[in-house]
């Protein structure tokens, strides 16, 4: 042995000594020392699914991602008879009977 070694050896405490010659498994420094939390979410980043439970999307975003199918939009919010009127026009001949018929019926009745 060198003489360095051999001043290292004596300058070190026995404790120190021992931990050289065998060193604490893993698993009992861990338990001793444990990781920061933040230092393991990055080793170990929590699922997608977990995170959107904990933190929801908020509706607003979801909804421009994921927009609302027409059908169920037009269930919701029912288009206005005088819009739905303008795009389908009655035919001409329906809308007749239907102003027509009742004042035949009432004719047929009283004529």
Do not use: N
Not at 40 to 63: G, N
Not at 71 to 88: D, G, I, M, T
Request: proline share 14%.
């Amino acid at each position: 042995m060198t003489w360095r070694r051999l001043s290292r050896k004596r300058s070190m405490q026995p404790v120190a000594l021992r931990r050289r010659r065998f060193p604490e498994p893993v698993a009992l420094r861990r338990r001793r020392f444990p990781e920061p939390v933040a230092l393991r979410r990055r080793r170990f980043p929590e699922p997608v699914a977990l995170r959107r439970r904990r933190f929801p999307e908020p509706v607003a975003l979801r909804r421009r991602r994921f927009p609302e199918p027409v059908a169920l939009r037009r269930r919701r919010f029912p288009e206005p008879v005088a819009l739905r009127r303008r795009r389908f026009p009655e035919p001409v001949a329906l809308r007749r009977r239907r102003f027509l018929e009742p004042i035949a019926l009432l004719l047929r009745r009283f004529c």
